[in-house]
């Protein structure tokens, strides 16, 4: 299980993790939406988590595991950090927080200062050693996964001495019993990794940070109020309570750590500890001193507390606990302790696990510094990538660490390209909006202007009493007049009211066979058909198509001849016909019967004067 992860769901991609991980274990890769962290990578520092202001990382909580253990049968026992005292300032004795702990269910609470005097004990024998060899101290798991992840080659430095936490483990078990399990409460992250590293000493079940231990607390209902006193379980620590304040070891051990005799330097405090193991590693010769290295300042600020906000008041409460605990302490006792435990075994090894990657050939190098317009200028830097140069920004960037739009200089200049190109564009957009505008504007007043003339149209076409179609090479009508629509009748008239005008229906569902077959003609020849008669069930229409656009637009004049209007009509103008076929007649017999001819057209012509009459009335 990784120790620490991002929830996607809070995080706001602000890069503020990406820029303070102190070994750029936090990747944005070129496709990713949010960071990562890549557990191998990390060492465990918990510097991200202060970093990030949305509370979008978490580390592995432990606290459902420990609910087991307790609720189980089993023996557990809590060994505690002394760092405690600066945790709970809010409370007024530490024997009720011995109380409150114990009331969650361990069997026995154990202060972890013992084992830090033991351990203190054997970092003196090796300090003093004084065999020209120089030792860095293994108590910070931080500070250990850092040499064994980028600085190997100081492996054989690491002081193979156990911490603290692995000590008082080894002494429970030995005072205890094996079959007692261990849970580790105090302010490390890296303590939760250092649980499954036994390297064959005795065995720590979990490890709880104070801020689980204050959610258990919250959870079980126990406050200090309901509680009686209780003290820790032997064996008692002496100086080893000073251990949460980095130098606290040092005095635990009694080790010389004067300026001008002591042969040690203590380093602390995120950065400038891991630059103390590089020192270390390039200069120890002209150095000549053991490092003592805690990457917090001391374990008090340790991202486990529930705030490191004042280091100075917490230490001023560790001080306090250590005079307290040191006012009424029993030598006597803790001087049987030590030769009871003094000869457990202290020792550990270190294994390799090289997370430095390879550096990417200067051509790449320049090509990202090219394309990030840094060309030339790589010693310099601006600090806001995280990187301690724009060159080593470059180099992480071809490692796959980062991606170039996580230099501000470079994402504020590409950003303003893009406003500029989003300026130009919405300019651009804005005048052709502008253009669109009037085109509408015109094309509205031409649609006026047309429908207008439509309207007239289309009155017109009404005002005619014969029916009027037109149709186009799809024979869909395009327009036809009331008469029309009425001379086909009700079903017809249905039609008109939910589509007026007929527009768009197919002249062939319209009319019989007949009928449309004379569109059909004039559209393919091109010829009109005058006064065509078509006999439609009890009507006899007479119909004239005439082509209006060759091939493309045609329209009919269409009349009922049943009509007394047109049958007289028609009366007049087919006797009219005859009358003319009868005079071109007569004026060939003319010549043969003289005037017999115009009697005959004097006949005809009362008729037609006849018929004329009768249509008035
Ligand atoms: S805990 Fe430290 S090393 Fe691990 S990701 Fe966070 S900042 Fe980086
Ligand atoms: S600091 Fe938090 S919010 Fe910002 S990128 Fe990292 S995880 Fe996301």
């Known amino acids: 299980m990784a120790l620490l992860t991002i929830d996607p769901k809070k995080c706001t991609n602000c890069g503020n993790c990406v820029r303070t991980c102190p070994v750029h274990a936090i990747r944005i890769q070129v496709g990713m939406e949010y960071p990562e962290i890549s557990d191998a990578r990390c060492i465990g520092c918990g510097a991200c988590l202060e970093a990030c202001k949305y509370g979008a990382i978490d580390y592995q909580r432990s606290t459902g595991e420990v609910e087991v253990l307790l609720e189980s049968k089993i023996k557990v026992a809590a060994i505690v950090d002394p760092s405690i005292s600066g945790e709970f300032p809010d409370i007024t004795d530490y024997r009720k927080f011995v109380e409150m702990i114990r009331s969650l269910g361990f069997e026995y609470v154990i202060e972890v200062s013992f084992g830090v005097d033991l351990v203190a004990m054997a970092y003196k024998k090796l300090f003093d050693g004084k065999k020209g060899k120089y030792y860095i101290t293994a108590n910070c798991p931080a500070i250990v996964y850092f040499i064994e992840k980028y600085a190997?080659?100081?492996?054989?430095?690491?002081?193979?001495?156990?911490?603290?936490?692995?000590?008082?483990?080894?002494?429970?078990?030995?005072?205890?019993?094996?079959?007692?399990?261990i849970v580790h409460i105090g302010p490390c992250l890296a303590a939760k990794r250092e649980t499954s590293r036994t390297n064959g000493h005795a065995g720590i079940d979990a490890s709880l940070t104070f801020e689980e231990l204050r959610a258990l607390f919250t959870a079980r209902n126990i406050h200090e109020s309901q509680l009686e006193f209780s003290d820790f379980d032997p064996p008692i620590g002496r100086l080893g309570s000073l251990y949460p304040l980095s130098t606290g070891i040092l005095e635990a051990g009694e080790i010389n750590q004067t300026m001008t005799n002591g042969n040690v330097i203590t380093a602390e405090g995120g950065t400038p500890s891991l630059k103390a193991v590089k020192s270390f590693e390039k200069h120890i010769d002209q150095i000549r001193k053991n490092f003592n290295i805690f990457y917090n300042e001391g374990c008090v600020m340790g991202p486990g507390m529930t705030t490191t906000d004042d280091k100075h008041q917490r230490n001023a409460l560790v001080l306090d606990y250590a005079k307290k605990r040191l006012k009424y302490f029993d030598f006597e006792k803790w001087n049987e302790s030590v030769r009871t435990f003094g000869s457990i075994d202290m020792k550990r090894t270190f294994a390799s696990d090289d997370q430095r990657l390879a550096i990417p050939d200067e051509m790449k190098i320049a090509e990202i510094l090219k394309l990030i317009e840094k060309e030339g200028i790589d010693s310099s830097h601006c600090g806001n990538c995280g990187f301690d140069s724009c060159r080593e920004f470059a180099i992480a960037v071809g490692q796959g660490l980062t991606r170039t739009d996580t230099c501000y200089d470079f994402a504020l200049k590409n950003k303003n390209k893009y406003i500029a190109t989003l300026r130009e564009s919405n300019k651009k957009n804005q005048e052709e909006l502008q253009a669109l505008k009037e085109e509408l504007k015109r094309l509205r007043e031409e649609y006026s202007l047309i429908n207008d003339k439509l309207d007239t149209s289309r009155e017109i076409m009404n005002q005619i009493p014969s029916g009027v179609v037109i149709v186009d090479d799809k024979l869909k009508v395009t327009s036809s007049n009331r008469s029309f629509i009425e001379l086909l009748g009700d079903e017809i008239k249905e039609i008109d009211e939910i589509i007026p005008g007929l527009r768009g229906a197919d002249l062939k569902t319209l009319v019989p066979v007949q009928f449309y077959k004379l569109f059909q003609n004039t559209l393919a020849?091109?010829?009109?058909?005058?006064?065509?008669?078509?006999?439609?069930?009890?009507?006899?229409?007479?119909?004239?198509?005439?082509?209006?656009?060759?091939?493309?637009?045609?329209g009919a004049i269409v009349r009922d001849m049943y009509t007394p209007e047109v049958r007289n009509e028609q009366i007049i103008q087919r006797i009219t016909e005859v009358i003319d076929q009868n005079l071109e007649m007569v004026q060939q017999i003319g010549f043969l019967l003289g005037e017999g001819a115009s009697k005959t057209e004097a006949m005809l012509n009362s008729v037609i004067q006849l018929h004329k009459t009768r249509k008035k009335k």
């Open 525 to 554: 020849t091109g010829e009109n058909i005058i006064s065509r008669d078509v006999q439609i069930d009890e009507m006899l229409l007479n119909v004239s198509v005439f082509s209006i656009k060759k091939s493309k637009i045609i």
């Open 152 to 181: 190997p080659s100081l492996l054989g430095n690491l002081a193979p001495i156990i911490t603290p936490m692995m000590a008082t483990a080894n002494v429970v078990k030995a005072m205890y019993g094996n079959d007692v399990h």
